[in-house]
């Protein structure tokens, strides 16, 4: 058992691609909509997906969880977005932001863009910017939807509005290219907003996640979970001879040894992929693999 | 692990190529066929401008060849019984004929000549002109033809009244608005498209507000939108519609909003949709040249 939960492991690590890619496909499953350009309104759009998918891709089959929290935050008819702050809730405890390493389509972007092959520069000096995310996502997301509002209570989804560039790759972007109506009304707000995508695809080249490192609001949420989540990384002292293998391997700049569930840390694997002797490995619901490994063991003697 | 690297990056360039490759060439198709579609306008109609153009000038140079007999007629014209709409040949016949005493026989018989050639020439402009405004006419039929969503129209106000079609038989033009009921800068503009609408009654339009939120009568989101109305001080008409209708289908394909169109009498939507709202004055003053526009050819058919 404690064999298979390592290769389980090693495997999940090593198909992270395919399961990003399927997660894309999943939250953006009416692909014909694209070629319309026209907007999914069916009932699935009231749930929210994991990653950050923007509600206005036109193969979208959800909500994107921090436009809907601004949606309702912004709202005059609610004050507080419970619903969706339950949501981030459940999914952080479960996953926490296991989500950005295999199911969100904007880290999957980012990955993709960065195997472009060219210069990569390390970021473990621009460490102290990791905190810019969570200004934004108390200040974009939270603060400024709730309080500059028009006389009714109404404010703008300021992320999307003005920073989001999933928004533009996701939304702007398809739904200009088949709505004639859309392309024409296409202003400044447009080509500053295409300045951040294009900022954020350049840097992703040179760097490995800037976006999620430094940006995303939905990472600083889970961020926040990925020390009490169910699922974690644990490295088995038993078993490791501190070669530093795996905070080597780590693009997300975390040393695995010391904080494996570093708010940082997307649990995409690279470290158990690295790490030369097996004793790097998720697990669920906090049960320690020595002790889950000798109950197994017991279960087995018994049956013999 | 070398040829991994080179694999994969192979295979991001191709998928990225593969998306911009079918994007622009989406752009590329749709943005050639309007080309194709105004070229092939401006061409025919612009063919029949020359022919015209080149029947102008053949009676212009008639009358510059005989230029010393013709000022002579001109100048015995009289205005009062100029008639823009009879024959031109008839009326410069007639100018000489009641004149002839005071031609030599040589200035009479070019005079008589010219006006034959002109009469011909004349017919031909006609027979151009009649040829343009039909194929203008059958263009028009056409977009008319292009089943309207507000040909059968039928909805109520907030009030429980019903409207049909007749709306739009009223005014010259109808400003539809669709909003609803959350959508900030849709609410931002309320206020600037009651304005309008006062300032449109006199020219014979209307504004009416169309709230995507109180489809089949839905009537929270009625009670809802009736109270973000009456705190924008809005007076003008919004009506609740079937959602199930064609202008119901219609108005659920909008995937932006503030979306504002312009109907005109015959329930046929004129233009393009505008997107945006009119508090922004550049989106105000184009809609407000579109108004005019529509009322104007309205005008025109009477």
Not at chain 1, 71 to 77: E, F, L, M, T, Y
Not at chain 2, 108 to 122: G, H, S, W, Y
Request: aromatic share 10%.
């Amino acid at each position: 058992m404690d064999k298979n939960k390592k290769i389980i492991s090693k495997r999940a690590a090593g198909i992270r691609g395919w399961i990003q890619a399927a997660a894309t496909l999943l939250t953006n499953i009416h692909i014909p909509n694209l070629f319309k350009g026209k907007i999914y309104q069916g009932s699935a759009k009231t749930v929210c997906v994991p990653g950050l998918n923007c509600y206005s891709c036109p193969a979208a089959s959800g909500a994107c969880p921090i436009g809907a929290f601004q949606a309702v935050v912004g709202s005059s008819r609610f004050k507080f977005s419970y619903y969706i702050t339950g949501f981030f809730i459940l999914l952080g405890v479960t996953l926490g932001r296991f989500i950005c390493g295999f199911l969100c389509p904007f880290g999957w972007f980012q990955d993709l863009i960065h195997k472009i092959p060219g210069k990569k520069f390390s970021t473990a000096r621009l460490k102290p910017l990791r905190y810019l995310k969570y200004l934004i996502l108390i200040v974009f997301v939270i603060l400024l939807p709730m309080f500059v509002t028009n006389s009714i209570g109404m404010g703008d989804p300021f992320f999307c509005k003005y920073i989001c560039p999933q928004g533009v790759l996701e939304g702007a972007i398809p739904l200009s290219l088949g709505n004639v109506a859309i392309r024409s009304a296409l202003g400044k707000l447009f080509s500053f907003k295409c300045l951040i995508l294009i900022t954020v695809v350049v840097l992703s080249i040179l760097f490995y996640r800037p976006f999620c490192k430094w940006i995303c609001p939905l990472g600083a949420i889970y961020s926040l979970f990925n020390k009490v989540s169910f699922l974690k990384i644990k490295v088995e002292n038993s078993k490791c001879v501190g070669c530093g293998q795996c905070s080597n391997a780590c693009k997300m700049d975390v040393d695995v040894l010391k904080t494996p569930d570093h708010p940082e840390c997307i649990r995409c694997g690279a470290c158990i992929k690295a790490c030369p002797k097996d004793a790097i490995h998720y697990q669920f619901m906090g049960m320690p693999c020595e002790k889950r490994a000798s109950v197994d063991n017991n279960i087995q003697k018994s049956n013999h | 692990m070398k040829t991994k690297r080179t694999v994969i990056s192979i295979f991001t360039l191709c998928t990225a190529l593969l998306f911009t490759a079918c994007s622009g060439k989406g752009t590329s198709n749709t943005e050639a066929s309007r080309d194709t579609q105004t070229e092939a306008g401006t061409e025919v109609s612009g063919s029949s401008n020359t022919t015209l153009d080149d029947l102008y000038q053949q009676e212009n140079q008639l009358f510059a060849d005989h230029e010393d007999a013709w000022n002579k007629a001109f100048g015995m014209m009289n205005k009062s019984t100029a008639d823009p709409s009879g024959n031109y040949a008839d009326y410069l016949a007639a100018t000489v004929e009641s004149n002839k005493d005071s031609f030599t026989d040589d200035e009479l018989k070019t005079l008589t000549d010219d006006i034959e050639t002109i009469r011909k020439i004349e017919e031909q402009i006609a027979a151009i002109e009649k040829d343009n405004t039909a194929s203008d006419n059958a263009s028009q039929k056409d977009n008319s033809d292009d089943t309207s969503p507000f040909r059968n129209f039928s909805g109520q106000d907030y009030d429980g009244n019903s409207v049909d079609e007749s709306l739009f038989s009223g005014n010259a033009v109808t400003v539809v608005n669709f909003w609803f009921t959350g959508c900030k800068p849709c609410v931002a503009e309320l206020s600037k498209l009651n304005e309008l609408n006062d300032t449109i009654k006199s020219m014979g339009g209307e504004v009416i507000g169309i709230n995507t939120e109180t489809f089949d009568g839905n009537e929270d989101a009625i009670k809802e939108a009736a109270a973000i109305l009456e705190s924008q001080g809005v007076a003008y008409r919004n009506l609740s519609i079937d959602s199930a209708s064609d202008a119901g289908k219609y108005a659920s394909d909008i995937m932006a909003f503030p979306t504002t169109i312009l109907v005109d009498r015959n329930g046929n939507i004129v233009g393009d949709p505008m997107l945006g709202g009119i508090d922004n004055q550049d989106n105000y003053d184009t809609l407000m040249k579109q108004i005019q526009s529509v009322i104007d050819a309205d005008g025109a058919n009477k």
